[in-house]
Nanobody
Framework: QVQLVESGGGLVQPGGSLRLSCAAS????????MGWYRQAPGKQRELVAD???????NYADSVKGRFTISRDNAKNTVYLQMNSLKPEDTAVYYC?????????????????WGQGTQVTVSS
């Protein structure tokens, strides 16, 4: 099994910053893409940003220029630096990872989710 543990959420004023972290642990052979999603009340979960194992990144238009995703492959950890936060960024943020697990000589890919961390942007 694999666990994704998120941290770094909280309450921040508009214009402020937060840094989210997500560490993966467990039966991991390697990790392909890692990403951050968010879900606001009454809305569907949406992609915020993702990053490949080689460092290529992709961002939602709504966060381009404000958020930065990065990862530390040695620590199986992905980060999301969020700057210039707006009230509309308020949501539960979830970490996702495509994990490769080895079983004998076979390898399998699975998607795992973290438990979510609340980000609230309010004055």
């Amino acid at each position: 099994q694999v666990q994704l543990v998120e941290s770094g959420g909280g309450l921040v004023q508009p214009g402020g910053s937060l840094r989210l972290s997500c560490a993966a642990s467990g039966s991991i052979f390697s990790i392909n893409a890692m990403g951050w999603y968010r879900q606001a009340p009454g809305k569907q979960r949406e992609l915020v940003a993702d990053i490949t194992s080689s460092g290529s990144t992709n961002y939602a238009d709504s966060v381009k220029g404000r958020f930065t995703i990065s990862r530390d492959n040695a620590k199986n950890t992905v980060y999301l630096q969020m700057n210039s936060l707006k009230p509309e960024d308020t949501a539960v943020y979830y970490c996702n990872a495509e994990v490769v697990q080895a079983v004998l000589i076979a390898k399998y890919k699975y998607h795992y989710w973290g438990q979510g961390t609340q980000v609230t942007v309010s004055s």
